[in-house]
């Protein structure tokens, strides 16, 4: 009876120990997975671009070959695009006979201590507001009518030249250069370079 006791208390401890090792331990589920906010595209800065007819006028003082000291007076019509966007903005003016620059054009006159000029021709020109560069840029080409008088450089009063110039303008600096011929008179130089330096005002 005794031993009959200690066998079926070995099979009561045994028993449970061989049935665990015959089953497979049940697999934990994988946990889940949390998905984040999906990071958003970041869009392209919104820009505002407007067109329109747009006539500049601008004023000006310095030193020009052959007519001095001289004060200029200059007005650029043409096609205007206003181009705005959220870290600056464009405000420009091309100046072209030609349709989609409204048939624009150039118009300057300068009055200096030795002679005047008068002068028409094409252009473009912006101004800049950025975080890197603020001011103006301009290109032009024109035809240039001088007459001149008092003291001129390089040349005598009276006469008549009449000759292309090219214009540069960065910030508030511009630049002259070019040839005249005299169309009228008989004294001075027959050419001159012309060249001038000023500042808008």
Do not use: N
């Not at 000006?60 to 052959?66: A, D, K, L, R, W």
């Amino acid at each position: 009876m005794q031993r009959l006791g200690w066998t079926v208390a070995v099979a009561c401890l045994v028993g449970p120990a061989w049935g665990s090792a015959g089953q497979e331990a049940p697999v934990a589920p994988p946990p889940p997975v949390v998905e984040g906010p999906s990071p958003k595209a970041e869009s392209p800065a919104d820009t505002e671009i407007t067109l329109d007819k747009a006539t500049q006028v601008a004023v000006g003082m310095g030193v020009q070959g052959p007519i001095g000291v001289a004060a200029s007076f200059r007005v650029l019509h043409g096609l205007g695009a206003d181009v705005r966007e959220e870290d600056g903005r464009v405000k420009a003016v091309c100046a072209l006979p030609i349709p989609h620059c409204a048939q624009g054009f150039t118009f300057q006159a300068d009055a200096g201590s030795g002679g005047g000029k008068l002068s028409l021709g094409v252009g473009a020109r912006a101004r800049v507001e950025d975080e890197d560069f603020h001011g103006t840029v301009g290109v032009g080409l024109k035809a240039s009518l001088v007459r001149t008088w008092g003291s001129p450089f390089g040349t005598e009063p009276d006469l008549t030249y009449l000759g292309p110039e090219l214009d540069l303008s960065i910030i508030r600096i511009d630049l002259t250069l070019g040839v005249l011929w005299r169309v009228s008179g008989r004294a001075g130089s027959s050419a001159l370079f012309s060249w001038g330096i000023g500042f808008g005002l």
